[in-house]
Every structure is written in structure tokens, then in C-alpha cells.
């Protein structure tokens, strides 16, 4: 589904009132615990937290217009998404969430390779997060997608 806005800011104003105040938050935890390098911006129509061009000329393989994609959140019909690709392309990292979600919250994790699904903002585990973004460094994210690149 692609955001509603072509600037973080429009995004961010436009998500819908009853989820704006976590969507927001989420957002701002995100980009305090976001490692050197990385940056808010468009990626995929959507809000995301990538390698920028002028760190990462090649961009992304699928669609090298397209900045390095590393984490990203959307405001989707039934839930607030947060996505990591460091989840998906590390394991231990996946698996470190997974076992890190229950001390967070009480509810079901909904989560997929990249993606954890909030169907109640409530629910959204803001510290893990934050913890989460500060996982992996720019220079780590860079080699572990190379590395799956090439394989």
C-alpha cells in the first residue's frame, strides 16, 4: 500500500488520526536509534530508513533508483507495519527479536520475515525497537547485503 505523501513530513502528517500519535512515535524512535549513515526518506512510495545514494551509489539491485532499503513502517488497513530487512537477511537477529517480544508485550507476535504487524497501537513494543535499530551498523548492513547479493 503506498503512503499518502511524497515527504517523510507529508507522510507523517497524513497517516490516519486515530493511529498518527504511535505512528509518529514509532517514527521518532526509530531515527534516535537509527546508526550513523542511515537516513529517513521515501522508499517503495513508503516511509524508510535506507542507505542514502550518496553513501551507496548502486542503490538497491531490484530497482537502483531506489536507495539501499534497510527498515521501514506503513500505516496498512488493519495494522501499523514496521519492517527490517536485517531480520530477514540474519537469522540470529530474527531470532533475537522473537525471543526479545515477549518481555515486551503480552500479545501474539504477527510477524513475517521482515515484517511485524501492530493491529493495536497499544501494542507496539516502542523500546525493543529501539534496541533493535541499534542491532546493526550501517557498514554491517551494507557487507550482509553484498554478501546475499552475490549468493
Known amino acids: ?3 499518502n505523501g511524497t515527504t517523510v513530513e507529508e507522510i507523517l502528517a497524513n497517516v490516519p488520526e486515530e493511529r ?15 546508526p550513523e549513515g542511515f537516513a529517513p ?3 517503495y512510495g513508503g516511509l524508510g530508513y535506507v542507505v542514502p545514494h550518496t553513501v551507496y551509489p548502486s542503490g538497491y539491485h531490484c530497482k537502483p533508483i531506489e536507495p539501499l532499503p534497510f527498515a521501514g513502517i ?7 507495519n514496521f519492517y527490517h530487512m536485517g531480520m530477514y537477511a540474519q537469522p540470529e537477529l530474527y531470532d533475537w527479536f522473537v525471543n ?21 497501537v497499544d501494542d507496539i513494543p516502542f523500546e525493543l525497537i529501539g534496541a533493535l535499530m541499534q542491532k546493526m551498523s ?8 553484498e554478501s546475499n547479493l552475490k549468493k
Open 74 to 80: 506503513a500505516s496498512q488497513k488493519n495494522s501499523i
Open 138 to 145: 550501517l557498514t554491517d548492513w551494507i557487507t550482509l547485503y
Open 100 to 120: 526479545e517480544f515477549p518481555k515486551y508485550s503480552s500479545r501474539k507476535l504477527d510477524i513475517g520475515k521482515s515484517c511485524v504487524r501492530f493491529k493495536k
Open 20 to 34: 498518527k500519535e504511535a505512528f509518529n512515535k514509532l517514527h521518532q524512535v526509530i531515527v534516535a536509534n537509527l
Open 1 to 3: 500500500m503506498k503512503a
Open 41 to 43: 526518506g521515501i522508499s
